[in-house]
């Protein structure tokens, strides 16, 4: 059954915090605070709007929600769980800060019927988390995911590549960091530079160098293919695109794109390929390479605009290959070349 999300978007009035990377309200488009009528009529207006059957829930996006006091988390809660107990939807959701946890509010969370925390971890390098003044350390990550873990609640985390003082190793140390918290899943987000954020000013500074759009593809891509190699699902990586920002003047630099993901997938079908031809080099390349894949994958090993493939022609001089659509697995790739026929999938390039 598919998901509908009914999206509630608290901006930054929870969080005493200010990371340099944040502006809120740029994000959510929020100016003010949301109260529980509002709340209400967000839920109801969607309700009327689902004509099929879909797993449907309330999600609470945006700010920090368990940094609101107890009474306002209630208040917003509780059209919600109204719905819910009503059976009009099925589950609800919300995102909040690794240090804003405690059992007291897991317990009114539970109450209220929370199956489902995500938690913006960003990193788990305390260097990197100082510098992105985030106000927590690596063990309040911990800490919290043991809580939650202990009430039987759904987690999930949020990690941020490419923020201050980021290299390659404190990348890696994140992703075995995250795999000793085996969360139930992973969102990536590379740090983009928002405008009126402090972030903003190192850029303009010169003491802060953004991701480009191809860095921020190989490391996420590297996270995801790790994660899922460990069992652990990607379930999003890039901002979800929105008209805000889109617009020219809200993201100043680092790796975005509305078609993000779809990059993301993209590039590890591309390692893919490029692993293939260079296995088999030197070859006749008047001979033709014959791919066979899941038709759900046609778009990724191609490339957006046809990308991967005009790569590879460029780079290893190819001049036939040859798409079937007639593979069994997803994620699944069968080459045919030379009287022979070689299979590799995603999950393998780790090893290679």
């Known amino acids: 059954m598919r998901h509908y999300i009914i999206p509630i978007f608290i901006p930054h009035f929870g969080c005493e915090h200010n990371c340099i990377f944040c502006n809120q309200r740029k994000i959510t488009g929020r100016e003010t605070p949301v109260r529980h009528q509002e709340v209400q009529a967000i839920i109801d207006e969607h309700l009327t709007r689902i004509t099929e059957k879909r797993h449907i829930e309330v999600a609470f996006y945006g700010g920090s929600f368990t940094a609101l006091p107890l009474s306002m988390q209630s208040e917003l809660l509780k059209p919600a769980y109204t719905a819910l107990i009503n059976k009009k939807i099925h589950g609800i959701r919300l995102s909040t800060r690794p240090d804003c946890i405690s059992q007291q509010i897991l317990d009114n969370l539970i109450r209220f019927g929370v199956s489902i925390i995500e938690l913006g971890v960003q990193s788990l390098d305390n260097s990197v988390l100082d510098a992105s003044a985030r106000g927590h350390t690596a063990l309040n990550v911990f800490e919290a995911i043991t809580l939650i873990k202990k009430m039987n609640i759904t987690c999930g985390i949020q990690l941020m590549p490419g923020l201050p003082l980021e290299d390659w190793n404190s990348l890696i140390h994140t992703a075995y960091g995250v795999i000793k918290l085996v969360p139930d899943f992973v969102r990536i987000y590379p740090t983009l530079v928002i405008a009126n954020t402090q972030l903003a000013t190192r850029y303009d500074n010169g003491s802060y160098k953004a991701l480009s759009l191809s860095a ?27 008209e805000d920002l889109d617009k020219g003047n809200i993201v100043l630099a680092g ?47 191609r490339g957006i605009f046809n990308q991967n493939i005009k790569k590879v022609k460029r780079i290893y001089g190819i001049d036939h290959l040859i798409l079937k659509q007639d593979g069994h697995s997803k994620n699944e790739i069968g080459f045919e070349y030379n009287n022979l026929y070689y299979v590799l999938n995603k999950k393998m390039i780790f090893f290679i």
């Open 216 to 242: 921020g593809i190989i490391r996420s891509a590297y996270l995801k293919l790790f994660f899922e190699q460990q069992g652990i699902l990607t379930i999003r990586t890039g901002l979800q695109a929105t």
């Open 255 to 301: 790796p975005y794109h509305p078609a993000f993901g779809e990059m993301v997938d993209s590039y590890i079908f591309y390692c893919m390929l490029a692993h293939f031809i260079e296995s088999i080099l030197p070859m006749d390349k008047n001979d033709p390479i014959i791919i066979h894949h899941h038709s759900h994958d046609t778009s990724k090993i």
